[in-house]
């Protein structure tokens, strides 16, 4: 590609992403979001969120799926999950999670 062939592509995906992100602020006001929608659009960010975390649990660096004891990560997962529905905390969550994977990693189970 031509140099000004780049700098086109880039101008073209900055205006594209500027108007996207913008239209909320120019036309949001003219439109109605129905409230089934806005009750679905709650529950967007977990979704979003499970999405990313979970193929990391569960895949390996090679990308099959390893669902055993060995697997740190989902063992970690699952046992920071069991901490936050008993504590309602996600700072301690989290926190509790990083922890409990590094012990596993420095001291493994065998």
Same mark, same amino acid.
């Given at each position: 590609?031509?140099?000004?062939?780049?700098?086109?592509?880039?101008?073209?995906?900055?205006?594209?992403?500027? /108007?996207?992100?913008?239209? *909320?602020?120019?036309?949001?006001?003219?439109?109605?979001?129905?409230?089934? +929608?806005?009750?679905?659009?709650? *529950?967007?960010?977990? /979704?979003?969120?499970?999405?990313?975390?979970?193929?990391?649990?569960?895949?390996?660096?090679?990308?099959?799926? +390893?669902?055993?004891?060995?697997?740190?990560?989902?063992?970690?997962?699952?046992?920071?999950?069991?901490?936050?529905?008993?504590?309602?905390?996600?700072?301690?969550?989290? +926190?509790?999670?990083?922890?409990?994977?590094? +012990?596993?990693?420095?001291?493994?189970?065998?």
């Amino acid at each position: 590609m031509a140099d000004w062939e780049i700098w086109l592509v880039i101008f073209v995906l900055a205006l594209a992403t500027a /108007c996207t992100r913008s239209s *909320f602020w120019l036309i949001g006001h003219h439109i109605t979001i129905p409230k089934r +929608v806005q009750e679905m659009l709650r *529950f967007a960010p977990a /979704c979003a969120l499970a999405a990313i975390v979970a193929p990391d649990l569960i895949l390996a660096a090679d990308g099959h799926a +390893v669902l055993d004891a060995g697997n740190l990560k989902l063992v970690s997962g699952i046992v920071a999950t069991i901490y936050y529905l008993l504590r309602r905390n996600m700072l301690e969550t989290i +926190v509790f999670g990083m922890a409990f994977f590094t +012990v596993l990693r420095l001291f493994p189970v065998t």
